[in-house]
């Protein structure tokens, strides 16, 4: 009797550990996989040629050649420039609503394409984006100067919070929607049990490069944003210095908010942002 009940229990240990072993390789398979593909969950680009990102009124900028995004002139008189940085999905082309929002308040508009996505060669990643719009940036300042405002939209928000801190001498403004502060904070709300921390290559630590950043930001939350939660831009605000503003945008989602947002919401925007340059 004693030696049946202890080859059960040594059976029983033995299936134990064998299942505990397939949990542990499957675990670590499901880090690798993260870590060896997580550009493809962080970056989502369409790709389009110039002509087929043309239309509405929009001009290739700074040229059809030398493609950086898409250009729209104010409407009315001209009272600075702002360059708008997408989010990870899709292309430049499909945010003409920011055109139909601030041309007619005398803002000269950029839509910023990033490499690899719509008619851009070049690879996603960090620092590449970054770089790029601080590139963006650079040549945006030398044609047409100050005041000159910077927009950010979800990944976007990271990219520009980088880039402006890179360019902070050229800048009057900062637009963020939707935005978080480390992109290790949302990683980890959508993959609670991987250590995200270690798997990122990608940090998009708008925290840090914010800090001390000085011009006017205004920081935009989606109330019932399921994808970057508004604690995340909560975080970043509350770590900015000043001068700065919240709007938090109730009952929004992260992808339906523009429509919340009326005249008087976009006047007031501009005004702030604008400050002193206005």
């Given at each position: 009797?004693?030696?049946?009940?202890?080859?059960?229990?040594?059976?029983?240990?033995?299936?134990?550990?064998?299942?505990?072993?397939?949990?542990?390789?499957?675990?670590?398979?499901?880090?690798?996989?993260?870590?060896?593909?997580q550009?493809?969950?962080?970056?989502?680009p369409d790709?389009?040629?110039?002509?087929?990102?043309?239309?509405g009124?929009?001009?290739?900028?700074?040229s059809?050649?030398?493609?950086?995004?898409?250009?729209?002139?104010p409407t009315?008189?001209?009272?600075?420039?702002a360059i708008?940085f997408?989010?990870n999905?899709?292309?430049a082309?499909?945010r003409?609503?920011?055109?139909?929002a601030?041309?007619?308040?005398?803002?000269?508009?950029?839509?910023?394409e990033?490499?690899?996505?719509?008619?851009?060669s070049g690879?996603?990643?960090e620092?590449?984006?970054?770089?790029?719009?601080?590139?963006?940036?650079?040549?945006?300042?030398?044609?047409?100067?100050?005041p000159l405002?910077?927009?950010?939209?979800?990944?976007?928000?990271g990219?520009?919070?980088?880039?402006?801190?890179r360019?902070?001498?050229t800048?009057?403004?900062?637009?963020l929607?939707?935005?978080?502060?480390?992109?290790?904070?949302?990683a980890s709300?959508?993959?609670?049990?991987?250590?995200?921390?270690w798997?990122?290559?990608?940090?998009?630590?708008?925290?840090?490069h914010?800090?001390?950043?000085?011009?006017?930001?205004?920081?935009?939350?989606a109330g019932?944003?399921?994808?970057v939660?508004?604690?995340?831009?909560?975080?970043?605000?509350?770590a900015l210095g000043?001068?700065r503003?919240?709007?938090?945008?109730?009952?929004?989602?992260h992808?339906?908010?523009?429509?919340?947002?009326?005249?008087a919401w976009?006047?007031q925007?501009?005004?702030?942002?604008l400050?002193?340059?206005?």
């Amino acid at each position: 009797m004693y030696t049946t009940c202890s080859k059960g229990i040594g059976r029983s240990a033995a299936t134990l550990r064998r299942g505990l072993l397939g949990a542990l390789l499957a675990y670590l398979l499901t880090c690798t996989g993260i870590a060896m593909f997580q550009d493809h969950l962080l970056y989502y680009p369409d790709r389009a040629t110039v002509a087929e990102m043309v239309a509405g009124g929009l001009a290739p900028w700074p040229s059809a050649t030398d493609f950086r995004g898409l250009l729209a002139e104010p409407t009315a008189p001209a009272r600075g420039t702002a360059i708008v940085f997408h989010g990870n999905a899709g292309h430049a082309g499909h945010r003409q609503f920011y055109v139909d929002a601030l041309s007619p308040r005398g803002l000269r508009v950029i839509l910023a394409e990033y490499p690899g996505y719509g008619p851009r060669s070049g690879k996603v990643g960090e620092e590449n984006l970054v770089t790029d719009a601080e590139q963006t940036i650079a040549l945006a300042h030398g044609r047409y100067g100050g005041p000159l405002l910077i927009i950010g939209e979800s990944l976007g928000a990271g990219v520009a919070a980088a880039a402006s801190a890179r360019a902070r001498a050229t800048i009057t403004g900062l637009l963020l929607f939707t935005p978080w502060d480390r992109l290790e904070h949302v990683a980890s709300h959508h993959y609670p049990l991987l250590p995200v921390r270690w798997l990122l290559r990608d940090r998009y630590d708008s925290t840090t490069h914010l800090a001390g950043f000085g011009r006017p930001i205004l920081v935009v939350i989606a109330g019932d944003d399921r994808i970057v939660p508004a604690r995340f831009g909560r975080a970043l605000y509350d770590a900015l210095g000043e001068p700065r503003r919240l709007s938090v945008i109730e009952g929004a989602g992260h992808n339906d908010w523009f429509d919340a947002l009326d005249d008087a919401w976009w006047d007031q925007a501009v005004t702030f942002l604008l400050g002193s340059s206005r």
